[in-house]
């Protein structure tokens, strides 16, 4: 898939993720999260009919997700949580396309009110548990797009203690396919600088965003 016809598709299906951790976390810490997604679609996703593994990197302000489906190795995706604004990176060629992208801000809740962040009214179903943490379910009604994953309704599961969406399942408005994702472990990336450069196209250094 060519990277202008990948960044077409982010454009258009919104790259709607919402991942979690399962581990204390402060906000300049960088994150290495593994996770498995379901019904999303763009490079790297293929239809968005099977679940398919991803990588995140998340830090304070920014988030990078890298493709991990074959054929989509060296693409990856840097968004600015503040503006949406991103790129779409092919580090095999040295490129990034300017694209608009859903950031992963979403993924923090109120421990104590985890849907007031949704502006619905939610109630408590059954935990379960996801990435070695007893996560607090909660089901969701018109949500719009503020749900998690962009959904307007579905279930997610919180990590009580530290306010961190572990995984969910959920309809977007109009839609009868479940957008799912499931966090499967969490790593903190020491120095994660690099993580977030643009790719170094003409020798003249790595640009920073």
Known sequence: MSLKASAIRIVVCGLALAFAIAAPVRAEEALRIKAVIEGQAGPGLADGNRPVPVTIHLA???????????GAESIYM???EQSGNGWLVDSGRAQALPAQARGFAELRVDPGEPCSGLGVQCRQIPARMIAGVRAQGWRYLGAGQRGPGGTARGEFWVDPARGLILGYEGHRAGR????????????????????FELPDADGGGRARY
Not at 60 to 70: A, P, V
Not at 176 to 195: C, F, G, I, N, P
């Open 176 to 195: 009868s396919r479940m957008y799912k994702m499931q966090a499967l472990s969490v790593v903190t990336v020491e120095d994660a600088t690099e993580l």
């Open 78 to 80: 840097l968004i600015d």
């Open 60 to 70: 304070e302000g920014k988030s990078r997700i890298d493709f991990n489906q074959r």
